[in-house]
Structure formats: structure tokens, C-alpha cells
């Protein structure tokens, strides 16, 4: 399945301050008309980021192959999606899931999983602790301690000024700085996901440090499944393979597919 094979959703999905999400869908191998399917597996990215990168891409394509659709999502103020980027953070970007979720499920999808990685790890933590409609989380590279990232890789920047991992339009700033503080880790919610999780990380993340996977599953009371990657970095650089390999059987196994 190809890039070519990503469309559109025949609805727009909004947030909840009404500012449309950039998203595209993509759908299983084999899957036949326009009905929605039965289950979707929502990707979201990282912080400073969008939905159009490889790893994220990529692995639409595996799901695909694997006869599992999936919906690829810009959180408002990234990318093409509308909103600010000054008022991103992670709980505003959980609110968004939330609205993503509403709108699949008003389709008529069944069966809803998520998988996000860095910054959107933690969403995912944030939003499978308090919202059982979904089966299934993944946290590829995920942030589990938030405050921590957040003052060792933009500390050092001046709020209102300095450009975070020197990409243009993203401002550091002290809504984004707020938000990491009042959220610290993530040890209460991660013991409040009683769904199938997985963790997939990097031993050699330079940004979000292998530790956060140890201390997520310990949170979660050793309840995750853990996949670690030797000599991989934050964004699965040569290693995308790896992580498919790692992602895709795993919610093929949990998840209706189309194929199989």
C-alpha cells in the first residue's frame, strides 16, 4: 500500500476550540467502498512535529499491508492543521485525540487504538488513563517524563524567543512550559491504563532517554510490553523497519483486521 493510497476522511474533525485537524486517512489492503472500518489505529507525533514524516508514514503503510486502517494526525498549531502552535501542549494536544476519537466513532469505527510517538506518547498516556474507547496504545520513543524533556531540551531558550530543535515557527513558550511543570511524570496515569500497551524505544534515544520506557512500564505496574531497540535513535533512523516489525504484529493481534 502506498502514499498514493492515503485519502482524505469524508468528514473535517475539529477540536474542541473548533479548529480543524489536518489528518489523512489510510486504509487497509483489501478494504472495499467508502464504509468506515472496523477498527482504525489513530498515529499522532512528537512535539514540533506533523503527520507527514517517515516513521509515521511508514508505518500507516505496514498497518495497511496488515489489513489494519489508520488515521495520520496534526494536533492543532502543527503543520496544516489550524490553531497556534504558542498554545500547543500536551494536555491540549490530549483534548484533540479525544476529538479525533468522537469522530471516528460517529462513523461508526468499532475499535480504536493509538499510537504516538515523544511528546505524543504522552498524550496517549494521558488520554488512555480516562477514556475507555480505546483498546490499545503503543508509545513509540514516548515521553514519560515531561517536565524533565521539557527543561533539559528547552530550558535554555528564552520563552517568547528561542526556536525549539531550531525549527522555524516553533517558539518556546510559557503556556508549553506551564503544562510540562503542572504534569511533572506521568506515574498516576500510567498506572491508570489498564488497556494492552506497548512500549517501543530506542537504547540509544538522544532525546527521550531509554529510562522512560523502563520507568512507564514500572508505573504501569510492569503491566506494558516492552520492545527496545539497540543502537536506535529518537526517530527510528534505519531502524523503521524495526519498529513496524515490532508495532504492526502486535496490534494485528488485538485489533479486527481486514485481511487474515
Not at 504558542?86 to 487504538?113: C, N
Not at 494521558?126 to 514516548?142: E, I, K, P, Q
Not at 532517554?209 to 539497540?230: N, S, T
Request: aromatic share 6%; hydrophobic share 50%.
Amino acid at each position: 500500500m502506498a502514499a498514493s493510497d492515503r485519502r482524505d476522511l469524508p468528514f473535517p474533525i475539529r477540536n474542541a476550540q473548533g479548529e480543524r485537524l489536518d489528518v489523512a486517512y489510510q486504509p487497509a489492503a483489501g478494504a472495499a467502498g467508502d464504509a468506515p472500518p472496523r477498527a482504525v489505529v489513530v498515529i499522532g507525533h512528537g512535539v514540533t512535529s506533523h503527520w507527514d514524516r517517515p516513521w509515521q508514514t511508514e508505518l500507516a503503510e505496514a498497518l495497511a499491508g496488515a489489513g489494519l486502517a489508520s488515521v495520520l494526525v496534526s494536533f492543532a498549531g502543527n503543520g496544516r492543521s489550524e490553531g497556534r502552535f504558542e498554545d500547543v501542549t500536551p494536555t491540549k494536544e490530549a483534548a484533540d485525540l479525544g476529538s479525533v476519537l468522537d469522530a471516528l466513532q460517529a462513523w461508526g469505527v468499532e475499535r480504536l487504538a493509538y499510537a504516538g510517538h515523544s511528546m505524543g506518547g504522552a498524550v496517549g498516556v494521558l488520554r488512555a488513563a480516562s477514556d475507555d474507547r480505546l483498546a490499545a496504545l503503543v508509545s513509540l520513543a514516548g515521553m514519560f517524563h515531561v517536565r524533565d524533556f521539557m527543561q533539559r531540551t528547552f530550558g535554555h531558550l528564552v520563552p517568547g524567543e528561542g526556536l525549539m530543535l531550531d525549527k522555524p515557527g516553533c517558539i518556546w513558550n510559557r503556556t508549553l512550559q506551564a503544562d510540562a511543570e503542572r504534569i511533572g511524570s506521568l506515574h498516576a496515569q500510567a498506572a491508570a491504563v489498564r488497556i494492552p500497551w506497548l512500549l517501543v524505544h530506542g537504547e540509544a534515544d538522544e532525546l527521550v532517554p531509554f529510562v522512560d520506557a523502563i520507568d512507564a512500564r514500572a508505573a504501569a505496574g510492569g503491566r506494558p510490553d516492552l520492545v527496545a531497540l539497540p543502537g536506535v535513535d529518537h526517530r527510528f533512523t534505519d531502524a523503521i523497519a524495526d519498529m513496524c516489525a515490532a508495532v504492526v504484529p502486535w496490534l494485528s493481534a488485538r485489533l479486527p483486521t481486514v485481511v487474515g
